[in-house]
């Protein structure tokens, strides 16, 4: 029978340290922008869970969700033109 403790070291890599590396902090920073306008679509929403909606509560919606579309077209702008090395 073969042992597997030779190959334990590759297995586990090195320990996770809990903290953010600087691409995935550099990422969240390009993503603030939508994620903002995702939490104000989601507060939007909430404030409409315990009584009807008014015409100002589907205003607020409305451009809540505008916002969140721009957001991400602007995001994936910026990728495709990352990407593409100019305007896409």
Do not use: Y
């Amino acid at each position: 029978m073969k042992s597997i403790a030779a190959l334990q070291a590759v297995v586990t890599a090195a320990p996770f340290d809990g903290e953010p590396s600087d691409g995935e902090l550099d990422a969240i920073e390009r993503e603030m922008p939508l994620i903002l306008a995702d939490v104000e679509l989601l507060d939007a929403v909430i404030k409409t869970l315990d009584r009807p909606v008014s015409k100002l509560d589907e205003r607020r919606i409305r451009r809540a969700r505008h916002r969140v579309a721009a957001a991400r077209r602007d995001l994936t702008n910026r990728a495709l033109t990352v990407r593409t090395g100019g305007a896409a």
